[in-house]
């Protein structure tokens, strides 16, 4: 008999979203944005330049960054700007506090 365990895979993203223009203080468009992708579902942990967020799928992932930048035009910025990067590992169990465990 086979031995099968069950892997938790899933996709770290480091989400960066912001408005242009709206001047120095920018605190209630991340506020929204970090609403926006906590209500999408996914697991947000904010930091001091970034969020990172975890999720099972990319289109999770995708969904939720899109609800971020939306969450900003909806407080009316004209303008923003958002970056994303992805760490989708497969092979071992992912995720960001494993991360952080390997390097501490």
Same mark, same amino acid.
């Given at each position: 008999?086979?031995?099968?365990?069950?892997?938790?895979?899933?996709?770290?993203?480091?989400?960066?979203?912001?408005?242009?223009?709206?001047?120095?203080?920018?605190? #209630?468009? %991340?506020?929204?944005?970090? !609403?926006?992708?906590?209500?999408?579902? &996914?697991? $947000? @942990?904010?930091?001091?330049?970034?969020?990172?967020?975890?999720?099972?799928?990319?289109?999770?992932?995708?969904?939720?960054?899109?609800?971020?930048?939306?969450?900003?035009?909806?407080?009316?910025? #004209?303008? %923003?700007?958002?970056?994303? !990067?992805?760490?989708?590992?497969?092979? &071992?169990? $992912? @995720?960001?506090?494993?991360?952080?465990?390997?390097?501490?």
């Amino acid at each position: 008999m086979v031995n099968i365990v069950s892997v938790l895979k899933m996709i770290i993203a480091e989400l960066i979203t912001f408005p242009i223009g709206e001047g120095t203080s920018l605190s #209630k468009y %991340v506020k929204a944005a970090i !609403k926006a992708l906590i209500d999408a579902g &996914v697991k $947000a @942990t904010p930091g001091a330049m970034s969020t990172v967020i975890e999720a099972k799928t990319l289109d999770e992932i995708f969904e939720a960054a899109k609800l971020a930048h939306e969450a900003i035009l909806k407080l009316g910025a #004209k303008r %923003v700007s958002t970056s994303l !990067k992805i760490d989708d590992r497969r092979d &071992v169990e $992912a @995720t960001a506090e494993r991360k952080l465990k390997a390097i501490n």
